[in-house]
């Protein structure tokens, strides 16, 4: 027993996370800080000895608690009507554009209406959940300004345009301030907007989508809403849609009939379940244990205190030699942006790769770079949220100026980092890109073999 202790010990203590570290590294993933009392309200055993298979009589608690959540998501989206079925963001990516193909299908327009336009900064799951639906992917780049070009996005409708799905602010943490004109350009033609929000720190009691004439949104409830983002667990999704769209989500939905709360499957018109059950109770519970600690006035301000640490981080980063803000220099940036180690890159020969790792010697978890394709060069994407201090900014900041003076002077030990990692040997990107190195599942292997 005492050695299993230790070695279950050992892992724990090679595991970071916002308990142990500074997660500011982490873009777009939403690293803050779950509150502690969270965390005991999920390892209760009233919620941990749930089963699916319970009659609804006995859930009563769980299905009142999803029944409300889903109702402040409403208020906080501004749409009519949400599904908590999606396990991720993805998953909801991929409900949004199931509903998008059943309205247009409901309208006769299914097989006319073969195009969905999205942004190369807008979420990956975008443009995959639509190309693996069926549907031709358009992908607007971004102007002079850092933002999709409207001029490109007229150009690209037409009576085939299903749907835009689009991001804002994308990535780079530049909102468009002119999304509408983009919304009611699609909609002239008959498309749907959908609206990634997988990441609403910025915007928190600030925006709403249905305001911005947008049809559906969703919600990655494991990084706006407290819990953390668990490497693929636990997460949740919520996808929210607009009144033409209601009868059309994925089932069940929670309702409540004035005596009790009940699973709703009575939709002839939806897209049917996405998965098994019914939602991710433990992340639902702190997403309403969140809610309800904050109220409007206090889920406002975590957007606003989102804005000023990322405003004063990117201060001080900018003085940092060899890293760049690229794109609409002088822009004022919200939640998170994209850096850029390209000049660094260019003088020493030190990659942001190489930073990525080095940056685990400092006690920092590796940072995200970008998603793929790179479209800024040696991109870095640090997102601070709220729930950092100034002295954890401060530190967090320090930290890459050291590295950046070690690229300068010693760039041998950055380019050969970890060196103190509990696995300080680096990873050949071989074995996660090339189909003939890995294949993540046995069905991948064998198709990677009838491809050959």
């Given at each position: 027993q005492m050695q299993v202790l230790r070695h279950y010990m050992r892992l724990s203590q090679e595991t970071l996370g916002t308990d142990l570290?500074?997660?500011?590294?982490?873009g777009t993933c939403t690293m803050k800080y779950s509150p502690k009392i969270n965390e005991q309200f999920v390892r209760s055993p009233k919620l941990i000895e749930l089963h699916p298979y319970q009659d609804e009589s006995t859930v009563q608690g769980i299905l009142e608690i999803m029944y409300k959540v889903s109702q402040y998501l409403k208020a906080i989206s501004g749409m009519s009507c949400v599904s908590l079925q999606p396990s991720g963001g993805s998953q909801a990516i991929f409900a949004n554009v199931e509903t998008i193909r059943a309205?247009?299908?409901?309208?006769?327009?299914?097989?006319?209406?073969?195009?969905?336009?999205?942004?190369?900064?807008?979420?990956?799951?975008?443009p995959g959940a639509a190309a693996t639906l069926g549907y031709k992917v358009i992908t607007l780049f971004p102007g002079q300004?850092?933002?999709p070009d409207?001029?490109?996005?007229?150009?690209?409708?037409?009576?085939?345009?299903?749907?835009l799905m689009l991001t804002n602010p994308e990535d780079t943490g530049i909102y468009n301030d002119k999304i509408r004109g983009f919304v009611d350009a699609v909609h002239e033609v008959g498309g749907l907007c959908a609206y990634d929000q997988a990441n609403l720190n910025g915007v928190f009691g600030i925006t709403r989508a249905r305001d911005a004439g947008f049809d559906m949104c969703h919600y990655n409830l494991h990084k706006s809403f407290s819990s953390p983002h668990g490497c693929q667990g636990p997460c949740a999704g919520a996808q929210c849609v607009s009144e033409k769209l209601a009868k059309f989500v994925a089932v069940p939905t929670v309702e409540f009939d004035g005596k009790k709360y009940y699973l709703d499957y009575r939709r002839p018109d939806s897209i049917g379940k996405l998965r098994k059950f019914y939602g991710v109770p433990a992340v639902l519970v702190?997403?309403?244990a969140y809610i309800r600690s904050l109220g409007p006035d206090g889920m406002k301000e975590i957007g606003e205190l989102s804005i000023l640490n990322n405003n004063y981080m990117l201060k001080k980063l900018l003085t940092i030699k060899g890293l760049s803000m690229p794109w609409a220099e002088g822009k004022f940036r919200m939640e998170q942006a994209r850096l850029s180690w390209e000049q660094l890159t260019q003088d020493t020969g030190v990659t942001t790769d190489d930073i990525c790792r080095r940056i685990v010697d400092y006690g920092f978890q590796d940072y995200f770079s970008s998603h793929h394709p790179r479209v800024i060069p040696e991109p870095f994407t640090p997102e601070p949220v709220e729930t950092y201090s100034k002295d954890d900014i401060d530190e967090f900041v320090e930290?890459?100026?050291?590295i950046a003076e070690e690229a300068y002077t010693d760039?041998?030990?950055?380019?050969?980092?970890?060196?103190?990692?509990?696995?300080?040997?680096?990873?050949d990107e071989a074995y996660m890109t090339e189909w003939d190195k890995f294949a993540t599942t046995w069905r991948a292997y064998n198709k990677y073999l009838r491809d050959k």
């Open positions: 570290n500074i997660d500011i590294g982490l309205y247009h299908e409901a309208n006769g327009e299914g097989k006319l209406r073969n195009e969905i336009i999205t942004t190369i900064l807008s979420h990956p799951a975008n300004d850092g933002l409207v001029e490109a996005l007229k150009a690209a409708l037409s009576e085939h345009t299903a749907a702190r997403v309403y930290a890459f100026r050291s760039p041998e030990v950055v380019r050969t980092a970890p060196h103190k990692a509990a696995l300080a040997t680096q990873i």
